[in-house]
């Protein structure tokens, strides 16, 4: 059994059990697929595939072996990276959510190629289930996201608060840091992130504990577009402070609070339980949770 015996199974397994497609993506012949796979369960004396009528279907077995097998390969891959690029510092991936990666990963990239000049960074911003998509294919290192992580699969481990604000018009008649009743803020027009934002969820649960599911006249991907409306008049956000912060400085939004509702969060380190992290993604990993402490954080500007 070798790498290559686990690569080509993997190709069968990622082509829905699909041989020919296998074969087409590994610039290889069927037979030689087939070969290969019969070779696998000699050697392990375990049937991996099995017919059901003209469709192949994974086993049992199969599947074991899948999940070992994706480890094994995203393993060697990583060595053969990292030994290849040494004298460079190697590569690593990293996956950032839609809020992160506007606020925060520009910030995290910049100060850490500063420290480490020759390690190269290549960066997904994208929305959380993507990312976890990604974790679990191996196509990322590790992820910085807003919200609860949804596969066991995948550890998570908390680095970083996150306060939202509920923002209105400057032209509302609330002063900054006004308490106002629950009553009043369900009367509010809502302007929110979209469904399974991590700022989203926080703020669903939030609410759906005080028995209340928000209706928002404004669902969109962009929390600048938020803060925009909210400039206009629109109705009132809930968004991470720092999108609202020169916007308040300017007074031309205001920050109010709601009786009885908190709205906070923790952003999290998120990677595959049997990933292999290496120092340079490690590094990076440190960076960000000294973030705070070691850089001052600044404003989205909008």
Not at 223 to 242: H, K, M, Y
Request: aromatic share 10%.
């Amino acid at each position: 059994m070798t790498i290559r015996h686990l690569r080509i199974f993997l190709a069968v397994y990622k082509n829905d059990c699909n041989v020919t497609r296998a074969a087409e993506s590994l610039s290889m012949s069927q037979p030689a697929v087939s070969l290969a796979i019969r070779e696998l369960e000699d050697y392990y004396g375990a049937k991996l595939f099995e017919r059901l009528g003209k469709h192949l279907s994974i086993t049992q077995a199969g599947i074991m072996l899948a999940e070992y097998a994706a480890s094994i390969s995203d393993l060697f891959e990583s060595m053969e990276e990292n030994l290849r690029d040494w004298e460079k510092g190697g590569k690593i991936r990293v996956g950032a959510s839609l809020t992160i990666g506007t606020q925060l990963m520009p910030e995290y990239v910049r100060a850490y190629q500063e420290r480490y000049p020759g390690v190269e960074v290549r960066v997904k911003v994208e929305p959380q289930e993507y990312l976890e998509e990604k974790l679990l294919s191996s196509e990322l290192d590790f992820a910085l996201v807003e919200g609860a992580v949804q596969s066991p699969i995948l550890e998570a481990h908390q680095y970083m608060q996150d306060h939202l604000a509920v923002i209105c018009s400057a032209e509302a008649g609330f002063q900054n840091g006004q308490v106002i009743s629950f009553e009043q803020f369900r009367k509010m027009p809502l302007l929110l992130r979209e469904k399974g934002s991590g700022t989203r969820d926080t703020v669903d649960q939030v609410l759906a504990a005080a028995g209340f599911a928000a209706d928002p006249v404004w669902e969109t991907f962009s929390s600048a577009a938020l803060v925009r409306a909210v400039i206009c008049g629109l109705g009132t956000a809930i968004l991470p402070f720092r999108m609202a912060a020169v916007p308040l400085q300017r007074k031309q939004v205001t920050e109010i609070r709601v009786e009885g509702l908190e709205f906070s969060r923790y952003y999290s380190i998120v990677y595959h339980r049997k990933k292999h992290l290496t120092e340079s993604a490690a590094n990076f990993i440190e960076l960000c949770r000294n973030y705070e402490m070691d850089y001052p954080i600044s404003t989205y500007n909008g």
